[in-house]
């Protein structure tokens, strides 16, 4: 598994979860379903760190205004 950073803008607002899953994809769809906002395509996702332990799962998200 990986953690991973992912983060989207809509207007003056960025969105924020930090996750761990198998792949990006798999991170984007878990970013969208934590905060309700979105769609997958419109998320940007970084490595954070690799092979941590599963299961995947949402470890943090949030937003504020930019």
């Not at 991170?27 to 954070?48: D, L, M, N, Q």
Request: hydrophobic residues 40%.
């Amino acid at each position: 598994m990986t953690k991973f950073s992912c983060t989207m803008s809509i207007g003056s607002y960025i969105f924020y979860a930090t996750v761990i899953a198998e792949n990006e994809q798999a991170a984007k769809e878990i970013a969208v379903a934590e905060t309700k906002k979105g769609e997958t395509r419109e998320w940007s996702v970084r490595v954070f760190e690799r092979d941590v332990e599963g299961p995947a799962r949402a470890l943090a998200s949030g937003s504020r205004e930019a």
